[in-house]
């Protein structure tokens, strides 16, 4: 009897189901980009291009950074503790010095540093040269969504500051050129409402509903923000939106903190999404995610970048978990306002759904191979009596072994496949010691 073949088996190990129960004792076959079979028995009828020794390590859905900002790589460590408005005093300004050897420099950084932190896919919130980051984002062999950044009103560096109609042919060659190249497709975006004209947000929304994608913006993340359209439309954020018909399930809120109660079912009516940034978002507010939750949001997780605080959505689920039990559970005596397998729940299914992705964001059978393995063998995992809530309480990004994508291992024990990680750091601390970029 002839052996049948598939891409990738790992023999031996346990996983995270579809219901974040642990499941011991299985082997997984991946082939075709999909997770073809889970045996409780050992397929001894199986060939596999690549044999994987899975004991020792738990498999689970890869994670999904639903916010973050490749162009702002190279400000880690920029930001803590300054005094507002970081984004007008430091962002921006860097922003608008980038070239394109900084952003193809930054991409590689930000892929590193996700695949080596057990993220699968992200979504790009928008920067400049956004098709130098697109190319690397390919090879990196991420599923990802990419954006341009998108403004025609405020006071902007004359290299950054474009009229409406430049600002949608960017958004447009940006789609044209990457949307469904590799694993990337390209969302639209308004940066904030505060920079974008009523007729550039009508007209965004309206170019993601043609093409068949999304569209994403800053919302709700600052109160002079929500002031903004109160002083000039009298109607908040979200509710400006809809009077502008730019208001539907393909919207992703980021941050989506100073939400009203009528914004909330506003988003809940159209079934758009949001996306929170915790440890970004400490210094703002503490969305009402329980309420959004309730109502079916599709709510996912994001790092807001590198500069808030690195790109490891592991710091993101336990900052949230802090914020979301210090102000919601204390205030009404519930432990378990936001329990692990929802927060995981979060940051996997959820992140895959904002991103567009259909079979996807759940280890199971059929649905694409996006997975992570964690190495169970360390002092500060072994021996625990729930490996769910150890999942979230103790597994940090060096804790990942190996990464999937689409049935491709991005890293196999930590060495990551698809990327030169050793020219990477060199270039990053040539970078960082002259301000130049060499390839
Ligand atoms: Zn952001």
């Known amino acids: 009897m002839n052996k049948k073949e598939v891409d990738i088996l790992i023999k031996n190990t346990s996983y995270l189901d579809e219901n974040f129960q642990v499941k011991e004792h299985v082997s997984i076959a991946v082939s075709d980009g999909t997770i073809q ?12 291009v690549d044999i994987i020794d899975g004991s020792g390590l738990l498999w689970m859905p890869g994670l999904v950074d639903g916010h973050m900002h490749t162009g702002q790589q190279l400000l880690k460590g920029a930001v803590l503790d300054e005094l507002p408005m970081i984004w ?11 070239t394109p050897e900084k952003m193809r420099l930054s991409a590689g950084l930000a892929a590193l540093e996700m695949i080596k932190n057990g993220t699968t896919g992200f979504i790009d919130a928008g920067s400049y040269y956004m098709e130098e980051a697109a190319k690397v984002y390919v090879i990196s062999g991420l599923r990802g969504a990419l954006s341009h950044s998108s403004m025609d009103q405020g006071n902007f560096p004359d290299s950054i500051r474009q009229t409406t109609q430049e600002v949608l042919k960017s958004q447009d060659r940006l789609y044209d050129a990457f949307h469904g190249k590799g694993n990337l497709k390209v969302f639209y975006s308004l940066r904030a409402l505060m920079n974008c004209s009523p007729e550039l ?43 502008l018909n730019a208001l539907n399930n393909r919207f992703i809120a980021a941050h989506g ?3 009203s109660s009528h914004e909330r079912a506003l988003l809940e009516k159209v079934g758009a999404k949001v996306v929170h940034c915790p440890f970004s978002n400490c210094g703002k507010g503490v969305p009402n995610t ?15 970048g590198t500069a808030h605080g690195g790109l490891s959505l592991w710091n993101e689920m336990k900052i949230f978990r ?32 904002i991103l567009g992705e259909e079979n996807c964001g759940v280890l199971k059978e059929g649905y694409k191979a996006d997975m992570i393995s964690v190495n ?21 990004g060096n804790d990942i072994n190996d990464s999937i994508v689409n049935g491709k291992l991005l890293m196999r024990n930590r060495q990551v496949q698809t990327l030169d990680e050793e020219k990477l750091m060199w270039q990053a601390e040539h970078y960082f010691a002259t301000g130049e970029v060499i390839e």
């Open 88 to 98: 007008t005093r430091i962002m921006l300004p860097f922003e608008s010095t980038l």
């Open 201 to 243: 947000t009508a007209a965004t929304a309206q170019r993601a509903l043609d093409r068949n994608t999304f569209y994403q913006a800053h919302m709700n993340e600052y109160a002079g923000e929500v002031n903004y359209t109160l002083q000039n439309y009298q109607m908040r954020p979200v509710e400006y939106l809809e009077s």
């Open 290 to 304: 329980p309420d959004l939750l309730e109502r079916g949001i599709c709510t996912g997780l994001g790092t807001d």
């Open 322 to 353: 802090s914020v979301m039990n210090a102000f919601w559970g204390t205030g009404n005596a519930d432990p378990a306002v936001m329990p692990a397998r929802t927060i995981l729940k979060i940051a996997t299914e959820n992140g895959s759904k």
């Open 37 to 48: 079979k889970i045996y409780t028995e050992n397929p001894t009828a199986l060939q596999a």
């Open 376 to 396: 169970w063998r360390q002092p500060q995992l072994l021996a625990t009596n729930n490996k769910v809530n150890t999942l979230l309480e103790c597994v940090v």
């Open 257 to 259: 903190i100073m939400l």
